[in-house]
């Protein structure tokens, strides 16, 4: 599956030739991405991100998540997707990174846009959430522009490595 940005950017669907290209821009952005994400310091081989594409198709598969790479130029570049849905209720919680260099120029905004319009359209989710770090400023823009409701903060909602972190929570309906 992919879903067209503009003519440069795009989602795919991850797949297993994506392994590769998520490894090397976990491993040249790592001090950067470390900052917010708890997986970067298990990410240290090309199989350790063979198995994740892999449990990530699969999850994929049984409609649990839609999981896209961000290309730009045949380069990918980050991701965004859809996760932990709960079909009962037609909730899904959006998930997104980006590559450092990539940072400030909208690719992120339109890309989670994109994925808005497919759980909307396409899966006929009623509730999106997204949770971000307090401090992660950069994260944080992005529901905001994209119209979500700030409804709360969850106290000490993620582990970051040895601390627990806030995560500002954010819904669109």
Sequence with gaps: MKINIDHTISLELINETHAQQIFDLVDTNRKYLREWLPFVDRMQTVEFAQ???????QKNKDGIEFAFVIIKNNNVIGRVGVYKIDDQNKIGEIGYWLAENYQGKGIMTQSVKAIIDFCFSNMQLNRLEIKCGIG???SNVIPVKLNFTKEGVIRQGERLYDTYIDLNFYALL
């Design 136 to 138: 992660n400023l950069k």
């Design 51 to 57: 198995n994740f594409v892999k449990g990530t198709i």
